[in-house]
C-alpha cells in the first residue's frame, strides 16, 4: 500500500533541476534531495538514490533500468517513480513491475507545445528556414532573388500522423489551418466524431499511407511495437518529395536508414527534434540538406515545464495521501 498522510514527509530524490517554483514547493512538502549541479546522475548515482528514496523523480535523460530496481529492491524503500515527462521508455516497465513500484507522468501538459514545434518543423523543412537564417548571419545573402531561396509550399499537401493520441490530434487541428489534409495511421481507429472534427483519413495500413503522404509526422510513444517502426524498407515506400518530421522519440525512426534514404535522395528532407542516441548526433545528419535539427526542444516552455513539475507534485501527494495517483502509468501496489 502507499504511504498514508500520517507517514513522515516522504524522502523524494530529483535527477534533474526543475524550474525553480517546482523545487521550492517540493522543498516546502517533502524531504527532498534536488540537483542544484543539474549534472545528469550517472548509473551509480541513479541506483544509490534508488536506493535512499521513497519516491524517485527521473527525466528522460537517467536510465531507470532493472539494475536500478534491483538496487531499489535492496533499500526497500521506493515505492513510486514519478517521471517528469510523459514518455516513460527511459523506464523499465517490468522491472518496475516486478519491483512493485508504481509510476506516473506528466500527459496532457505538453500537448500544444510539442504540437507547436512539429508545425515548426514542418514549416521549416520545405521553406528552408534554418538555411536562409544561416545565410544572414554569415553575411552571405546578396539580396532578394526571382529564384532564391526556393522552397516547396506547405498548402494543399498530404500529412500523415503516426499515433493520433493527444499530440497527434494537436497536430492535426494546427496542420489544417494550414490548408494540408490530415491522415493518420494509429492502433485502433478514431470514433468518427473526432474523424470528422479533424478530417481525417484513418490508414489501417501504415506502408499504404507511407506511399502517399507528403509529409509524415511520428507521434506516437516508443515502445518495443514502435523501435524503428520506420525502417529502410519504409523510407523506400515514401515519395521521393516526403519529408519526415519526429518529436517524438528517435528510436521510432532507424536513424542510419535516415541517413542513407537522405543522402540517396530517396526523400526530401528531415525535421528531428529527437535521436536514438541523445545527446550525440550522427554527423552524417549535420551534413545532409533539407534536415533541420532541434536539441530535444518540444516541450521546452517555461509554462509547459511548470506544468509537469505541478503534476509531478500532484501525483506524489495524492499517493502520499493513500490514493491512486492521476497519470498513474503503472500500478505499483496492483
Ligand atoms: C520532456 C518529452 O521534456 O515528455 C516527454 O516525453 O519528450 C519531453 O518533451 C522530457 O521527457 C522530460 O523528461
Excluded at 127 to 139: D, F, H, Q
Excluded at 150 to 171: D, E, P, Q, S
Excluded at 227 to 233: F, G
Excluded at 293 to 313: C, D, N, W, Y
Aim: aromatic content about 6%; overall charge negative; glycine content about 8%.
Amino acid at each position: 500500500m502507499p504511504a498514508s498522510a500520517s507517514r513522515p514527509r516522504p524522502r523524494v530524490i530529483v535527477t534533474r533541476r526543475l524550474p525553480h517554483a517546482v523545487e521550492t514547493r517540493m522543498a516546502e512538502l517533502f524531504d527532498v534531495e534536488l540537483n542544484l549541479t543539474d549534472t545528469p546522475f550517472t548509473a551509480q548515482q541513479l541506483a544509490q538514490a534508488a536506493r535512499d528514496c521513497d519516491v524517485l523523480v527521473p527525466t528522460v535523460t537517467d536510465h531507470v533500468d532493472a539494475a536500478v530496481f534491483a538496487a531499489a529492491a535492496e533499500g526497500g524503500r521506493l515505492k513510486l517513480c514519478a517521471n517528469f515527462g510523459v514518455g516513460v521508455d527511459h523506464i523499465d516497465m517490468h522491472a518496475a513491475r516486478a519491483a512493485k513500484v508504481a509510476i506516473t507522468n506528466t500527459p496532457g501538459v505538453l500537448t500544444d507545445d510539442t504540437a507547436d514545434m512539429v508545425m515548426a518543423l514542418i514549416l521549416s523543412v520545405p521553406r528552408r528556414l534554418a538555411e536562409g537564417e544561416k545565410l544572414v548571419r554569415a553575411g552571405e545573402w546578396q539580396g532578394w532573388s526571382p529564384t532564391g531561396m526556393l522552397g516547396h509550399r506547405i498548402t494543399g499537401k498530404r500529412l500523415g500522423i503516426i499515433g493520433m493520441g493527444r499530440i497527434g490530434r494537436a497536430v492535426a487541428t494546427r496542420a489544417r489551418a494550414f490548408g494540408l489534409t490530415v491522415h493518420y495511421h494509429n492502433r485502433h481507429r478514431l470514433p468518427p466524431e473526432v474523424e470528422g472534427e479533424l478530417e481525417a483519413t484513418f490508414w489501417a495500413d501504415l506502408d499504404a499511407m507511407l506511399a502517399r503522404v507528403d509529409f509524415i509526422s511520428i507521434n506516437c510513444p516508443h515502445t518495443p511495437e514502435t523501435h524503428h517502426l520506420i525502417d529502410a524498407r519504409r523510407f523506400g515506400l515514401m515519395q521521393r518529395n516526403a519529408y519526415v518530421i519526429n518529436a517524438a522519440r528517435g528510436e521510432i525512426l532507424d536513424e542510419n536508414a535516415l541517413c542513407e534514404a537522405l543522402a540517396a535522395g530517396r526523400i526530401a528532407g528531415a525535421g528531428l527534434d529527437v535521436f536514438e542516441r541523445e545527446p550525440f548526433i550522427d554527423p552524417r545528419l549535420l551534413d545532409l540538406p533539407g534536415v533541420v535539427l532541434l536539441p530535444h526542444m518540444g516541450s521546452a516552455t517555461f509554462e509547459g515545464r511548470q506544468a509537469m513539475g505541478e503534476k509531478v507534485i500532484a501525483n506524489i501527494r495524492v499517493w502520499v495521501d493513500g490514493h491512486r495517483p492521476p497519470d498513474i502509468v503503472l500500478d505499483g501496489w496492483a
